[in-house]
């Protein structure tokens, strides 16, 4: 069974989402996994999570609301996705530009594209300065239990982890809100969407080309030569069968006067 296009895209999306699921559980659950002291042993994680200390708990909590922010902005994320994988569509063919003319013929889909572009770029300033704030709460309630260079280089692993998707989804969002595109965010390649995907398309697209082809055969010359028309012309005589015996006669007599004068 041959996969469409359209489930490609899906397809490589909900994996790569996997894998960015990882990424989230390890940066916002900081006080969960970055190692920590515990009398003189690391702490396991289950030490972390029973943890009764007022503020190694409020972290935690805090933990966990950043990490249900990030999940609802990836749930915008992956919708803005699915709305592009929908209803437009990635031709190398045609120009990146290409959907700056095209969807003027698709107000509605126009103003669409527009209203998913800045909630996805306003909830990524959402949730980047939720993160900021986890990150610093964390680190006042790691401190506390600090394990050495392992906590420092754990941390600051964790951090770099959502921060280079944080500054790739600040790319595709500014990109996309700025130039009225909509450009991937799971691309492996920075690629935008330049055209109305096929299934939505207008039928007055395809009556246009229709007609410019019309037109083009119309321009072009008709070197066909109509014999009914010539034989309509009054310069143009039929030839009966008597008049093409005479032709031959006269032709055979002046040979023959020429042979006899030689």
């Known amino acids: 069974m041959k996969i469409s296009v359209d489930n490609q895209q899906r397809i490589n999306t909900s994996l790569l989402m996997v894998l960015e699921f990882y990424k989230i559980m390890m940066a916002t659950f900081l006080v969960l996994f970055v190692p920590q002291d515990c009398d003189g042993k690391v702490c396991t994680i289950s030490d972390n999570f029973y943890n009764n200390d007022i503020i190694h708990f409020s972290a935690l909590i805090c933990n966990f609301a950043t990490f249900m922010s990030v999940l609802g902005f990836y749930t915008i994320e992956i919708k803005r996705e699915e709305w592009c994988i929908r209803y437009l569509d990635i031709d ?6 290409n959907l700056d003319s095209e969807i ?18 306003n909830a990524l300033y959402f949730i980047s300065t939720l993160l900021t704030a986890n990150f610093a709460y964390s680190g006042v309630a790691i401190v506390y239990n600090y394990d050495g260079t392992n906590t420092i280089t754990s941390m600051v692993s964790f951090i770099l982890l959502l921060t280079d998707k944080l500054y790739s989804s600040y790319t595709v969002g500014t990109k996309s809100v700025k130039d009225e595109r909509a450009f991937s965010a799971y691309m492996q390649i920075a690629r935008t969407y330049n055209t109305i995907d096929e299934d939505y398309r207008h039928d007055e697209e395809e009556k246009d080309e229709e007609q410019k082809d019309e037109e083009l055969k119309e321009k072009t010359p008709d070197k066909v030569v109509d014999t009914e028309e010539d034989n309509k012309r009054p310069d143009i005589m039929p030839m009966s069968h008597n008049d093409a015996g005479d032709i031959i006669q006269n032709t055979g007599n002046i040979v023959l006067d020429f042979v006899d004068g030689n």
């Open 92 to 97: 190398p063919s045609k120009a990146n530009n």
């Open 104 to 121: 003027e013929r698709y107000p509605e889909f126009k103003e669409k594209m527009s209203k998913i572009n800045k909630n996805y770029l």
